[in-house]
């Protein structure tokens, strides 16, 4: 069946612009994860939804990150006035939110903050 | 502040030896622990797991050792194959976090043919 869908796979912008970045995840999957990597480093959490609702937000760095998940599947993750800084890999991943469930990972949304 | 730490950047393995990776957590709280493998431009997928009420967890090739009082785990790939070159990432979960995983920095595993 079709895994975890990432658009756009890559995305350049200018510092100081807004951008989102787009999740659907694995049909019936009622858990999804955003999670933020840099170069030479492990997968960062940012934040978690279990459907519509955002149950863990730790993670996210700021508030020019924000994160939406409307109808309980596809989710769009929203930055305000990149910084170069914000440059790296954003993985989004799905789950079936029971018990200890693997994630299941898309490939990822490569940004380029100029 | 880690709470995960894979202190091997890269490893260099001949095909058909043993590939052995290891991770150290300090969060007691974690109590499922996952390893993930990634190819270059592909997310993360899962390979194996193991429960804290035990040890060791096999499936075919890869076994997952798990030393609670160390606080430490280990991946073994035997024999290896240069299709497992890849980065392996420790992630373990903690009772009541949401599935969510806390990440190692990764090692690079290169099997040589």
């Known amino acids: 069946g079709a895994g975890v869908s990432q658009t756009p796979s890559n995305k350049v912008t200018e510092k100081g612009k807004y951008v989102e970045l787009r999740c659907d995840p694995i049909?019936?999957?009622?858990?999804l994860y955003w999670y933020r990597q840099s170069l030479g480093q492990g997968p960062e959490f940012l934040i978690y939804?279990?459907?519509?609702?955002?149950?863990?937000d730790s993670g996210l760095p700021n508030d020019r990150f924000f994160a939406v998940r409307p109808e309980g599947s596809v989710s769009t993750l929203k930055i305000q006035r990149t910084e170069r800084g914000d440059s790296a890999v954003y993985l989004c991943?799905?789950?079936?939110?029971?018990?200890?469930?693997?994630?299941?990972f898309g490939n990822g949304t490569r940004l380029t903050v100029t | 502040d880690q709470q995960v730490k894979q202190n091997s950047p890269s490893l260099s393995v001949q095909e058909g030896r043993i590939s052995i990776l290891n991770c150290d957590y300090t969060?007691?709280?974690?109590?499922?622990f996952l390893w993930y493998k990634k190819y270059p431009a592909e997310g993360p997928t899962f390979l194996i797991s193991i429960s804290s009420i035990k040890d060791k967890n096999e499936d075919g090739r890869f076994t997952v050792f798990l030393n609670k009082s160390a606080k430490h785990l280990s991946l073994h790939i035997v024999p290896s194959q240069p299709g497992d070159s890849a980065v392996y990432f420790c992630?373990?979960?903690?009772?009541?976090?949401?599935?969510?995983?806390?990440f190692g920095q990764g090692t690079e595993l290169s099997v040589k043919p």
């Open positions: 049909s019936g999957h009622t858990a």
């Open positions: 939804f279990q459907g519509t609702g955002a149950a863990d």
């Open positions: 969060n007691s709280m974690f109590d499922y």
């Open positions: 991943a799905s789950s079936l939110g029971q018990g200890y469930s693997p994630l299941h």
């Open positions: 992630a373990p979960q903690g009772n009541n976090q949401g599935g969510k995983l806390i």
